[in-house]
């Protein structure tokens, strides 16, 4: 990773990289509480056996979706300029299309056809077809980095070749103040609440989006300019952290209150107007879900950086891996999923279990296909 807003050589910042492990981790185990429950998008779900895991772990999936794609964004909008200043224009285009264009091309190609094997043929007992449609499945994220990379990248054209032209300059000696940061949740409430009447959640849309999801993600990534340009992640202080974190804690238990009065316990048709429409229930659950952004991140950035800056050998190859974990996890689980089928257990259980085998397996995995030759050009 690069260093601070300075522009030169600084010390690797490795409460970053530690954070990024802890992240990826919680993809794998957000993606695997969907397989056994939870609400979401997944190719092999396995039939509930209680009425406890649906619940549980849907409060669990519906915390992680109100950060961890979004801090993702941050960071990565965080080091997009100083890669660019450090490359130049040629060579950050070259190296994005590289880094997040080859990824999706090996998916949209060879992932989605063992996916087909795994599912259709080893699950269902059909005959394997190749697939050539283009799709991007859960790399929509690189996809999404790709383009904000570029309209990044022709904006800082423009700007550059613009006399006077002021670059991304809010806060440029200071930190949001607690009052911005309240504005900025009232502004993200309403946008999403307004871009879900017509994207609810779980609607997808061309070029393999979740429109739903997008006013928090394209809002992370500004920031994530912002911090790298006003030094924020440095200057981010312990009591604003604490304040912050006191309101993440608030706001895990108002996710039940909310989901009994709109109903969920009583209909299944009534979690539909909290992801999407002229609902009331959907603009509550964009408001909590925005509160749970700003607070769970700022309290995550400052504890990481205070408890764990350090670094191990361990680590340090966990780290290296994140990125390549984060493409193949899916093909993992898919795999664990079918041998647990049959398994009769609670689907509460089989999360833990698969978890436990899952985290492991996709980073030795990682591990080993990172020494094939020429893969650290793309993977790192």
Wanted: charged share 15%.
């Amino acid at each position: 990773m690069e260093g601070k807003a300075s522009g030169k050589s600084s010390p690797r910042l490795f409460y970053l990289d530690n954070f990024r492990i802890y992240l990826t981790i919680l993809v794998i185990l957000h993606h695997a509480a969907i397989a056994y429950g939870g609400s979401g998008d997944w190719a092999i779900k396995d039939p509930d056996v209680d009425e406890f895991s649906p619940i549980l772990l849907t409060f669990f999936t519906a915390v992680n979706q109100s950060y961890f794609m979004s801090a993702f964004f941050l960071m990565a909008g965080y080091f997009t300029p100083r890669s660019l200043e450090r490359k130049g224009a040629t060579a950050f285009i070259r190296d994005r299309f590289i880094r997040l264009g080859v990824p999706i091309l090996v998916f949209s190609t060879l992932i989605i056809n063992i996916h087909q094997l795994i599912i259709s043929v080893w699950l269902g007992g059909n005959p394997f077809k190749w697939n050539f449609t283009y799709e991007v499945g859960h790399l929509w994220f690189l996809q999404a980095l790709l383009i904000f990379a570029l309209i990044y990248a022709a904006y800082r054209a423009w700007s550059d070749r613009t006399p006077n032209q002021q670059r991304f300059r809010f806060f440029p000696d200071r930190l949001p103040s607690d009052r911005s940061m309240v504005l900025s949740i009232i502004v993200l409430s309403t946008l999403t609440f307004v871009v879900r009447i017509v994207y609810p959640v779980g609607k997808w849309m061309a070029p393999g989006f979740q429109f739903a999801h997008f006013v928090h993600y394209t809002f992370a990534f500004f920031v994530g300019i912002l911090a790298y340009r006003g030094d924020w992640l440095n200057r981010l202080g312990r009591d604003k952290a604490r304040r912050w974190g006191l309101v993440a804690l608030v706001m895990l238990p108002i996710f039940f209150m909310v989901a009994i009065l709109g109903g969920v316990l009583e209909s299944d048709t009534a979690l539909e107007k909290f992801l999407g429409g002229l609902h009331w229930q959907s603009l509550v659950y964009a408001t909590w879900e925005s509160i749970l952004f700003i607070a769970a991140l700022t309290f995550l950035l400052v504890f990481f950086r205070e408890r764990f800056s350090e670094t191990s050998p361990r680590l340090r190859w966990m780290a290296a891996s994140v990125y390549t974990v984060y493409i193949i996890h899916q093909t993992v689980l898919f795999t664990l999923n079918v041998l647990f089928l049959s398994v009769p257990i609670p689907t509460v259980v089989k999360f833990i279990l698969v978890s436990l085998i899952a985290v492991p397996a996709c980073f030795l995995l990682a591990r080993l296909i990172r020494r094939i030759p020429y893969t650290k050009r793309v993977l790192g």
